[in-house]
C-alpha cells in the first residue's frame, strides 16, 4: 500500500522517536511545530527530522518492491529490448524454416508419388498396376522401409 508523504513523515517520526527519545515537547511548546499544529503523538524534533529526510528524498518503500537506479534501470530496458529483437529475429527465422521444411515435404511427396505412379504403371494399357519389386526398389533409393 503506497503512503502519503505526511504517513511517511509520521512513520519515520514514531521510529525515530521510539529509538532515541530526542526531545519532550512540554519544553518548547512555541516552535514552528506546535504553532502550525503539526506535532502529534511524537515530538516535534522526530517530526523535523522526518521532514527532512522527506525533502532529501528518503522515502518508504512498499514490500516486495525494487529500487533501481536510472542507470540500472536503462540498462534493463535495453537489455531487454535486444533480447525482444534477438526473440523476433528467431521466431522469423522459425517460421522462414518452418515454411521451407513445408515446401520440402510437400514437393518430396509430389516425386515420391509421381515416381510411384511410374513405377506402376502399365504402359501397355495405360493402367495403374502395383508392381511390388518397384515399390521395393524405389524403398532402397530412399533408404525407407515398408512394410
Keep these: 500500500m503506497k503512503m502519503t ?3 511517511q513523515i509520521e512513520e519515520m517520526a514514531k521510529k525515530i ?4 527519545k530526542i526531545c519532550d515537547c512540554r519544553l ?25 529526510l522527506i525533502n532529501q528524498g528518503y522515502r518508504k518503500i512498499d514490500e516486495g518492491a525494487v529500487v533501481l537506479t536510472k542507470e540500472e534501470y536503462e540498462s534493463l530496458k535495453n537489455e531487454s529490448a535486444d533480447i525482444a529483437k534477438d ?8 517460421d522462414e ?11 518430396t511427396a509430389k516425386e515420391i508419388l509421381q515416381e510411384l ?31
Design 117 to 147: 505412379y511410374d513405377a506402376c504403371k502399365d504402359d501397355t494399357y495405360g493402367q495403374v498396376v502395383v508392381d511390388f519389386s518397384a515399390l521395393e526398389s524405389l524403398a532402397k533409393q530412399y533408404g525407407v522401409e515398408v512394410e
Design 28 to 52: 518548547c511548546q512555541d516552535c514552528e511545530y506546535h504553532k502550525k499544529g503539526k506535532v502529534g503523538k511524537y515530538s516535534c524534533q522526530c517530526i523535523a527530522i522526518a521532514e527532512e
Design 17 to 20: 522517536y521510539k529509538s532515541a
Design 87 to 94: 526473440y523476433q529475429e528467431m521466431a522469423k527465422f522459425y
Design 97 to 107: 524454416k518452418c515454411e521451407e521444411l513445408d515446401q520440402a515435404r510437400k514437393e
Design 5 to 7: 508523504e505526511k504517513q
